[in-house]
C-alpha cells in the first residue's frame, strides 16, 4: 500500500515552454502532498506544501508564480513549471501524505528529471 | 537552527563488508527519526523509523540505532550487497510540524 506515482518520469523541453507534472497517490488519499527539487549530489529541498482543496503554501526563495502548484483531488496534485530555463533543470520529487490514519509519514514518489535547454 | 549533518559523505566498501552511517541532529524536541535509502534517479524509501522513545530498529539488514541524549543517529548495514549502493538519507520530524529536515546524505558504494 502507500504508492505514489508521478508523470512523467522524465521530461526534456525549450526554455521559455511550461511543463506539467502530475503527482498521484494510488491507493490512498493525500490530504497533504509536498513538492521536492533536487539539484545532483544534494539532498530534497521542499518548494511547497498542499493541501487538497487550498492554496499551496510555498517555502521561502521559491517563486509561487513560476511553480503553480494545484491540489485539486485527495489523489493527484501537479506541478507546473512556467517558462523554464535550463537553471530550472533539477530532479522534482513529490510526497503525499493521509493525516487521518497515516500520521506524519511522507510516501515518496519516483521522481521526475526535468532538463531544460 | 535546526540541522540534520550525516557524514561521511561518501563510503566505498566491499560486496559483503558491514558499513555504519552516522547521523547527528540538532533537531529538538523531535517526534520520530527515519532513515531512507534512495537509489539514483529514484524517490526515497522508507528503511526505519524510530520515536524518539526508541533506540533501536531493525529491517532485515539495515539497523538504524538512536541516542536522543547525544542527539545522533547511526544506521548499520550488514553483509552489504551491490544493490546497497544507493545514497542514505537521515530525516527528522520536529515535534509539533508534519515537516521533514533532511539530512545531507551518505553516497554508498558496494564494489564486487
Known amino acids: 500500500g502507500a504508492v505514489v506515482s508521478q508523470h512523467p518520469s522524465r521530461v526534456i523541453c525549450k526554455s521559455g515552454t511550461s511543463v506539467k507534472i502530475e503527482c498521484r497517490s494510488l491507493?490512498?488519499?493525500?490530504?497533504?502532498m509536498f513538492w521536492y527539487r533536487q539539484f545532483p549530489k544534494q539532498s530534497l529541498m521542499l518548494m511547497a506544501t498542499?493541501?487538497?482543496?487550498?492554496?499551496?503554501?510555498?517555502e521561502q526563495g521559491v517563486e509561487k508564480d513560476k511553480f503553480l502548484i494545484n491540489h485539486a483531488s485527495l489523489t493527484l496534485s501537479t506541478l507546473t513549471v512556467t517558462s523554464a530555463h535550463p537553471e530550472d533543470s533539477s530532479f522534482y520529487i513529490c510526497?503525499?501524505?493521509?493525516?487521518?490514519?497515516?500520521?506524519?509519514?511522507?510516501?515518496f514518489g519516483p521522481g521526475t528529471r526535468l532538463t531544460v535547454l | 537552527k535546526n540541522q540534520v549533518e550525516q557524514s561521511p559523505q561518501s563510503l566505498i566498501i566491499l560486496e559483503g563488508k558491514n558499513c555504519t552511517l552516522q547521523?547527528?541532529?540538532?533537531?529538538?524536541?523531535?517526534?520520530?527519526l527515519r532513515w531512507y535509502k534512495q537509489d539514483t534517479g529514484r524517490g526515497p524509501v522508507s528503511l526505519t523509523i524510530?520515536?524518539?522513545?526508541?533506540n533501536t530498529k531493525s529491517n532485515g539488514r539495515y539497523t538504524a540505532t538512536l541516542d536522543a541524549d547525544t542527539k545522533q543517529s547511526s544506521l548499520h548495514i550488514t553483509a552489504s550487497q551491490l544493490s546497497d549502493s544507493a545514497s542514505y538519507i537521515c530525516?527528522?520530524?520536529?515535534?509539533?510540524?508534519?515537516?521533514?529536515?533532511f539530512g545531507t546524505g551518505t553516497r554508498l558504494k558496494v564494489l564486487a
Open positions: 510526497s503525499a501524505r493521509d493525516l487521518p490514519t497515516g500520521g506524519s509519514e511522507q510516501f
Open positions: 491507493d490512498f488519499q493525500a490530504t497533504t
Open positions: 498542499s493541501n487538497e482543496g487550498s492554496k499551496a503554501t510555498y
Open positions: 547521523c547527528n541532529y540538532t533537531v529538538s524536541p523531535f517526534s520520530n
Open positions: 524510530m520515536t524518539f522513545s526508541e
Open positions: 530525516v527528522v520530524s520536529p515535534s509539533g510540524t508534519y515537516k521533514y529536515i
